[in-house]
């Protein structure tokens, strides 16, 4: 069963615009999520992460939005860039796990 | 620094041969994780050890498979005898503390079993 859900596959955003990848969770145990951006024959690499106590976090153009009473986060990239495609994998864990459980990811294509 | 090793980059065997992935962690961390991924089930966790130690397995699909961790730089996965449906990207990853943290992931091993 999967715990972590992007419903998404893919996801086209033209060069200049906003992507909003979405992602839901269904264990309310979670309390540290991640997203992880992958490209092609690399391994997935951290991009950003949101505690539980918080409902926003911000890097640059990367910005994570977490809503618990939804059990929804959001990552919104501003603005987006032909260099941002590749998959991003959403990714939970609860304190007293150890392990992260990954979404199946969403294809982002950013055209110029 | 150097990052998460995975070997070999690539491999094609046929079904019934026994395959073996290597890992070698980041230096200092303590945990270290097995994922699989692919296209119907994505990033899926295979087996994870904390300071050597595997702590859950429930992860590995059958008995073929198997890993161990003899030591903290130094990890396999095993698969014996593989079939088609192994086929997939293996990643190895660790981590520098038990329980919190984000993962650092290796480049992966595509293996295809034919």
């Known amino acids: 069963d999967q715990q972590v859900k992007q419903n998404s596959p893919s996801l086209s955003v033209q060069e200049g615009r906003i992507s909003i990848l979405n992602c839901d969770y269904t264990?309310?145990?979670?309390?540290?999520f991640l997203w992880y951006k992958k490209y092609p024959a690399e391994g997935p690499t951290f991009l950003i992460s949101i505690s539980s106590i918080k409902d926003k976090n911000e890097d640059g153009r990367f910005t994570v939005f977490l809503n618990k009473s939804a059990k929804h986060l959001s990552l919104h990239i501003v603005p987006s860039q032909p260099g941002d495609s590749a998959v991003y994998f959403c990714?939970?864990?609860?304190?007293?796990?150890?392990?992260?459980?990954f979404g199946k990811g969403t294809s982002l294509l950013v055209t110029p | 620094d150097a990052g998460v090793i995975q070997s070999p980059r690539h491999e094609v065997t046929e079904m019934g041969q026994e395959v073996t992935l290597r890992c070698k962690p980041i230096s200092g961390h303590n945990s270290l994780f097995w994922y699989r991924q692919t296209m119907m089930r994505g990033l899926e966790l295979l087996i994870y050890?904390?300071?050597?130690?595997?702590?859950?397995d429930s992860g590995m699909p059958e008995d073929r498979f198997s890993a161990k961790m003899p030591n903290a730089s130094f990890s396999t996965l095993k698969i014996q005898p593989s079939e088609p449906r192994d086929s997939a990207v293996y990643f190895c990853a660790s981590r520098a503390q038990a329980n919190t943290g984000e993962l650092f992931f290796g480049e992966g091993s595509r293996l295809t079993v034919l």
């Open positions: 050890f904390n300071n050597n130690v595997p702590i859950d």
């Open positions: 990714a939970a864990s609860a304190v007293t796990g150890y392990a992260l459980n």
């Open positions: 264990n309310s145990m979670f309390d540290y």
